[in-house]
Structures are given as C-alpha cells and as structure tokens.
C-alpha cells in the first residue's frame, strides 16, 4: 500500500482550535481562518496557526491576511524548519472557493486551501468542509487523514505584530 504524499495527516485535536474561532467569529458574522504548518518533508501538521487581528479583515464575505502577518507567519515557520502548507478558512453558508480565493489565495504549487462552511455552526468533521490543491489551478482533493496515535498539535496566534501561543 503506497501513502499518497500530497495528502496532509491531522492529529485527533487539530481541527478543535480551527472550529472555536471560526464558529466565535461566524456568530459575529465574519469569516476567519487560520493556516496548517508541517515539518519540511512530510505533511503530519505540527502546528496550526489561528488569525490574530493586527492586519487581518474579519467580514461576512472577507477573510484577508495582510502581507507583514504572512511574513510573520512564514518566518517563524523557516526559523523552526516548519513548512506552511495549508489554509482553512469559513464561509457563511457553502463550501466553495469564491473568485476572490481563487485570485488572491496562496498560489504555490501543492499549497491546500480548505473552506469550512456554516461558519456559526461548522461542521466538526474535514471530510465535510470543501479541499483544494494549487497544481497551476485549484483542483478538488480529499481531506485530510485524522490520526488520533499523532502527538497534539501546538497552537499558535500570527499577524502582524508576530507569532505567539495561543
């Protein structure tokens, strides 16, 4: 049996971080998101990294990331030999990827772009929130394996003014 190497591998707890903001930001309304950090040449997610609020946008149909807050971002990841490979963010209602992510989300070859949808009440399993992969467009692909035997996750806060613990 071969592993598909593309695919990223969640530990049990991972999504739990994810879910809270998103549903205590969709209750006010807004989408927000957060990105998932691998080691270098695997995609068991280490890390996974919930939007802070200097230079980030917070709307019903608008979730933005500033580019100091990526840098910030990705270079605590380069520091510590993480890889940012993924992002999840909400909708309102459906799962799709809208014109505006499909223009201004990461763009990088094998880059994951994940949208949970209901954000007031989101859907606890990945299998049931929509997942694309950048290959010179966004394609569907699979969620995520869950593997409850990985160690939990660390969970950290990024935007402009850095990263901390969440």
Do not use: N
Not at 75 to 89: K, P
Not at 99 to 122: G, H, K, N, Q
Request: overall charge negative.
């Amino acid at each position: 049996m071969t592993t598909d190497t593309r695919k990223l591998v969640l530990p049990a707890g991972a999504v739990d971080p994810v879910l809270q903001e998103i549903q205590r930001h969709g209750l006010a309304d807004q989408e927000t998101g957060a990105l998932l950090l691998t080691g270098q040449s695997d995609m068991h997610v280490l890390v996974v990294a919930v939007a802070g609020t200097v230079g980030i946008v917070r709307e019903p149909d608008l979730f933005t990331v500033s580019a100091v807050a990526y840098d910030r971002l990705f270079t605590f990841a380069e520091e510590r030999s993480y890889r940012v490979r993924a992002m999840i963010h909400s909708h309102p209602e459906e799962a799709f990827l809208s014109r505006t992510d499909r223009t201004y989300s990461l763009r990088v070859p094998r880059f994951i772009s994940a949208v949970v949808p209901t954000y007031a009440a989101p859907p606890a399993d990945p299998v049931s929130w929509g997942w694309w992969r950048f290959e010179q467009d966004w394609v569907p692909c699979t969620a995520p394996v869950v593997d409850p035997a990985l160690p939990p996750v660390r969970t950290v806060v990024f935007d402009e003014e850095g990263v901390r613990e969440y």
